[in-house]
């Protein structure tokens, strides 16, 4: 997981335009889904418009990566209808005792799931489907108080205060300040925020190790390889420097966060 600067005041020309008009469209949607919702109504989300922007995120602010553990969705078809939230929409979930539970609310219903900020962009990450069903699900563990209802907490920047999630969110959160990786692609926390992470996410586990094994791997040959071309031209490496760290710890980079940890380990 890395840091993500994403900001749609700064785009320009079409997808500024697209953005707009999705926005328009999701607005209108979350407008009436709140209204119904609290009048007692059901109503279903438009799976259009959320496909739209996991689709358009995908491919322009995590450059077809899983947005938590960073897996390269895209190439290698990783990539279908995933539980795309950070706070889920639909229903709620805690580990208790090593199952997962429904989150009660004080008068004993179900929490029904944070379906009012279901089309806001901060709360929306593409995900591959080892975060989202076999990690993640609908579990969403906080420090403080628990909100359902849209007129407590309108919006996920007044949500996060009221409740202090436990998950690391990559727009808001340094994750490299929370998490550390290491050889054969282990992962540590160094917060308890990045412990809770781990945990629901299962990070540390062999799946997830492995591929990051591979990454680490895969970057330093490439890089002993990069040593080696530098000395027979002659030229400093720092020329070929920059090209390589884009290529392994950019942010297009699949473990981007993992690689760059493993390559100060190795270079001491």
Known sequence: MRHVNFDPSSLRGKDATWWKHWSARADAEKRLLIKARLSGEERDFDPVILSELKEWLLHNVFYNKCALCEYDVVSDHYYGDSEEHYRPKSEVTEEHGGHIEPVLMPDGHPHPGYYWVAYDWRNLFPLCPRCSRKGKGTQFPIDAERVSDP????DTETLDKIEVP?????????????????????????????????????????AFATARQWQQERAWSAFELLIAQAARQARPISELLERYMETYTGPKAPFSQAVSDYLDIKLG
């Not at 007129?151 to 309108?154: D, E, I, N, S, V």
């Open 151 to 154: 007129r407590k907490g309108p």
């Open 166 to 206: 436990q998950l690391l969110n990559p727009y808001k959160d340094y994750p490299a300040k929370d998490l550390k990786f290491g050889v054969k692609g282990t992962v540590t926390a160094l917060s308890r925020n990045g412990l809770a992470t781990i945990e629901v996410l299962h990070l540390g586990g062999e």
